[in-house]
């Protein structure tokens, strides 16, 4: 053998030593990682480590980060380049994706790890499946799909049948009311039968599924029946309470509190099938805001009325012993048309100062009520503000309403109108505050009842 050759073979040697050395590496790599995995209790060095969740390094991996969960010691990641970490040891090894897959421990070993990932990565629950299919004969040949007893359709395996139905139930789980879908199932039963002959037509998967799902009308051979959980927010309704007053007169209300509704979160399960609600069960509900009641003062207070000395009981008259004193009694003036079905109540709580009559040389065509200055007056009885509202002379500052069968009420003297012509009111509403407007002396509301224009005693309407 020559020289030269020698000297050739001696150059190559360093060669296959070189190339040997990543293979050695990777060898030991490998027996450290079953033996970390295998016996990660008496390492010294991980004995006060936690096991924790680990994000990759987006530098390092090329990608998003992700979420990895392993062993405190050992874990692996598969990604463009396969990355090995030991603690804080971290060693890339390009090497390793060329490498037949692992057996034994060390494969045991990377699944346990792995394991976990594909679990801790499901962030949402899946709606309960019910699957139709009743009973599967055989596992081999040609797969009859009967559907409540009647044919349908045959595929090449019973696998592909299984997955074809389970293909359509999967159709259901996007929710149609804006909820959460918790279970679907069928209103049919689905059976498959298995047959060694070859049918006459045989769908694969896709046509299978696409035959399921539009059946011959496009309605679909599956009537799919689900389960959404949906949330509302629902008004509460207040309700009205209502409390007597003995210093108030009978048939004079006064609401002293205004209701307000409150709301509530509401969850149901509703049923639907084939895409229509058939039926909806309240799971729960939780209080928003409480709603607020209305409350209604209601006066208890009876004004006990002068018996007439007339031959006439019922009948009032003008006293000619009122005229001279210059106070009228509270029975003066002749009585008046029937108001039924109105129904009068006092404008305001008070004593009565002066009556309807002859007073001081001339006639006075209402009562007078004494008060503070800016008093609520009520509407006596439900009706609509009329034109002559406004400021009339002796009347001051005035509100009129007509009540219907002719009867109309006045409200004089008032501080300030609180309605305007046009405006329908109800009983008992506010109308204007008392005040002594025009010709008065103080405070005072000035109260009339008039049918056909004409003006009668408001004694004998008022309870």
């Known amino acids: 053998m020559s020289k030269r050759t020698k000297a050739k073979r001696n150059r190559k040697r360093p060669r296959k030593q070189r190339a040997f050395l990543p293979c050695f590496a990777l060898l030991l ?28 390094s987006e530098e390092i991996l090329g990608m998003t980060p992700v979420p990895v969960v392993g062993s405190d010691s050992a874990l692996i990641s598969l990604t463009q380049e396969s990355i090995v970490r030991f603690d804080s040891a971290l060693i890339s090894m390009p090497e390793l994706m060329d490498m037949p897959p692992a057996t034994g421990s060390l494969a ?9 990932l594909a679990t801790s990565l499901r962030t949402f629950a899946e709606p309960e499946i019910e ?16 559907i409540d007893n009647r044919f349908i359709l045959a595929t090449k395996t019973p696998q592909d049948a299984e997955r074809a139905i389970n293909a359509v139930m999967d159709t259901a789980k996007t929710p149609l009311l804006g909820g959460k ?11 498959i039968l298995t047959q060694r002959e070859a049918p006459a037509t045989v769908y694969s998967y896709e046509e299978a599924f696409l035959k399921l799902l ?83 003062v209601k006066g ?18 003008t006293s000619s012993s009122s005229s001279t004193s210059g106070k009228p009694g509270p029975n003066e003036g002749e009585t008046g048309p029937s108001a039924s079905p109105l129904s ?17 040389g001339r006639m006075h065509y209402g009562i007078d009520i004494p008060g503070s200055e800016g008093t609520p007056l009520m509407a006596s009885e439900g009706g609509t503000v009329t034109s002559y509202t406004g400021e009339h002379g002796d ?5 009129e309403i007509d009540h219907g069968n002719g009867f109309r009420t006045r409200y004089a003297h008032n501080s300030q109108n609180l309605v305007v012509s046009g405006q329908h009111v109800s009983k008992g509403e506010v109308i204007a505050l008392m005040g002594d407007t025009g010709n008065s002396s103080t405070a005072h509301i000035h109260f009339e009842i008039r049918a056909g224009g004409t003006p009668y005693n408001p004694i004998q309407y008022l309870p």
């Open 29 to 56: 790599a490998a027996a450290a990682l079953f033996f970390i995995s295998s016996n990660n209790e008496d390492l010294p060095f991980s004995a006060n480590i936690a096991p924790q969740p680990v994000m990759a």
């Open 181 to 191: 879908v918790q279970r679907i199932s069928s209103a049919e039963s689905v059976d």
């Open 131 to 146: 699957t139709p299919i009743q009973s599967v004969e055989g596992d081999s040949g040609y797969a009859v799909v009967m």
């Open 344 to 360: 009068f109540a006092w404008p305001v709580s008070g004593r009565v100062s002066s009556y309807f009559g002859m007073r001081w």
């Open 108 to 116: 045991q070993s990377i699944s346990a790890t792995a394991a976990p």
């Open 300 to 317: 208890t207070k009876v004004v006990q009325k002068t018996s007439s000395s007339s031959s006439s009981s019922s009948s009032l008259r």
């Open 395 to 399: 009347y001051g500052y005035v509100v």
């Open 214 to 296: 539009n059946g011959p009308a496009g309605t679909g051979y599956l009537t799919l029946v689900t389960q959404e959980l949906i949330s509302t927010t629902e008004d509460i309704d207040y309700k009205t309470e209502t409390k007597e007053d003995p210093d108030m007169l009978k048939g004079e209300t006064k609401t002293i509190q205004q209701g307000k509704d409150g709301t509530r979160k509401t969850e149901y399960l509703v049923t639907l099938q084939g895409g229509e609600e058939t039926e909806r069960e309240l799971v729960g509900e939780k209080i928003v805001e409480a709603p607020t009641p209305k409350i209604v």
